[in-house]
């Protein structure tokens, strides 16, 4: 999709990109659970999928499990009609293409893995790489037959900005370092070393205990309110290029350095122009594909024996 962000295709797909379906014929006959539009799924089929699905989710009651069958049936029946419409339209993946995402699955797999998951599955190279093929003429018939007109205008762009001018309205922030010990000794010793010339990222790598010690204390910019009182009574009163002193916390004893200091600003139209369009076009593409998978939905022969679940 154009973005690679926005469908709920993501989830009610493409899922199935590393948790592959099995089409296998059936050693012994198994009763056909769904039909849709001719497309047979069988309780075999149906069972060994949603299994997988859920082989890393253990504890869940027997009520949960039903629910989550039929949300799975669902998608299930959803995802037979898209493929079922790529059919119509004749919507094929070029073979470049698969052997491209091939192997950029296969390359996921450190040695022998994947040969391991395929034993453990029961699946046959083939129908793994079936299953791979189903998602992208999925993701493919998508594109072409729900998103193939929609558009975002500079105008539209302008006028959302205009409109939501309050969200664009960027408040002081501020870029510091931090280095945080448990102890105030610890912390007095630190000043020591940072006062006889150690730069604060080496010291905050080799003597901080926060989580940011690896990119020497780094905490980014920030605004008032988004860090404990503490960090903001420190860092918002001292100029840039400027260290505290020792500030104690429920986290312990820290030391701040003040590298970079924001002014409160409106970001312009420029600032966030992509950023809007690709929000009114994540938006456009959401409502067209629901009205598209509506249409679809409405135009097909559906049967579910649910006496089998």
């Not at 039903?66 to 059919?87: N, T, V």
Request: some cysteine; proline content about 3%; overall charge negative.
């Amino acid at each position: 999709m154009p973005h690679g962000r926005n469908l709920k295709l993501i989830l009610l797909f493409l899922f199935l990109c590393h948790l592959p379906a099995c089409h296998q014929q059936e050693q012994i006959p198994s009763s056909v659970l769904l039909r849709v539009n001719g497309r047979t799924t069988t309780l075999d089929q149906f069972h060994r999928e949603f299994s997988r699905l859920l082989a890393s989710e253990r504890n869940f009651s027997e009520q949960r499990r039903k629910e989550l069958e039929r949300s799975y049936l669902a998608q299930k029946i959803d995802r037979e009609i898209i493929l079922d419409e790529a059919d119509r339209a004749d919507v094929r993946i070029p073979a470049a293409r698969l052997e491209a995402v091939v192997a950029q699955n296969l390359a996921e797999y450190p040695d022998g893995d994947f040969e391991r998951m395929l034993e453990e599955q029961h699946l046959a190279v083939e129908e793994w790489r079936g299953q791979l093929e189903d998602n992208l003429r999925i993701e493919a018939a998508v594109k072409r037959l729900a998103f193939d007109r929609i558009q975002v205008g500079k105008e539209e762009i302008a006028t959302y900005y205009q409109e939501n001018r309050t969200r664009f309205h960027r408040p002081e922030q501020v870029r510091a370092r931090q280095i945080t010990v448990a102890t105030e000794a610890e912390g007095r010793r630190v000043l020591g070393l940072l006062q006889q010339g150690m730069a604060f990222a080496e010291a905050a790598e080799k003597h901080s205990r926060s989580p940011d010690a690896e990119q020497g204390g780094d905490l980014g910019f920030f605004g008032r309110g988004e860090m404990p009182a503490e960090f903001d009574q420190a860092v918002f009163t001292l100029p840039a290029g400027r260290q505290s002193e020792l500030v104690q916390s429920e986290y312990g004893f820290h030391i701040f350095l003040v590298e970079e200091k924001r002014p409160a600003s409106r970001l312009t139209l420029e600032q966030v122009h992509d950023e809007i369009a690709a929000e009114l076009l994540e938006a456009k593409e959401e409502q067209a594909y629901q009205e598209w998978l509506q249409t679809l939905r409405s135009q097909a022969t559906i049967e579910v024996d649910w006496t089998l679940l």
